[in-house]
């Protein structure tokens, strides 16, 4: 289902803190890594890849939380929502978690990563799966299928 109408509005679970995002992902995501599992306390973390310049935070103050690592993993303060995470690296988009916007009934991951360390039950319905990450020069390739798939 392609994302409704942008701009496109969310928050956290308690409201302290608002989001909206003006540009369409990049690519959506599921991530089986033992470490997403902990963070989401589930079987998987689900990631929407904006682009940079169409994400801005409308109220609020997030924090960071996660292992303060080089990659900066955004919380609510207050209710300890995980909202986004701004990778290492690669400042030009932000991996929003979809499902703090206030309508996430269009998001479906398209690629699933580290599919290596996921509990044996779990499963999506991404269309691509890699034990790890897919390697570098396959973005581009991924991020035009995905476009064109929400054409």
Known sequence: ????????????????????????PLLTMACH?????????????????????GFEITKGEPVIGGL????KHYFCGYCMSWMFTRP???DWFVNLRPTMLDDPAWFTPFVE??????????????????????A????????AEYAKSQA
């Open 33 to 53: 890594c033992t470490g997403c599992q902990k963070m989401s306390s589930s079987a998987y973390s689900l990631s929407a890849a904006i682009p940079a310049d």
């Open 68 to 71: 303060h690592g080089a990659s």
């Open 1 to 24: 289902m392609p994302i409704p109408s942008l701009p496109a509005e969310g928050g956290c679970r308690c409201g302290r803190v608002r989001l909206r995002i003006s540009a369409k």
């Open 88 to 90: 290492e690296g690669l």
């Open 113 to 134: 990563t580290w599919t290596s360390e996921k509990l044996p039950w779990a499963e999506t319905p991404a269309l691509h799966s890699y034990a790890a990450l897919p």
């Open 136 to 143: 570098f020069e396959e973005y581009d390739g991924l991020v």
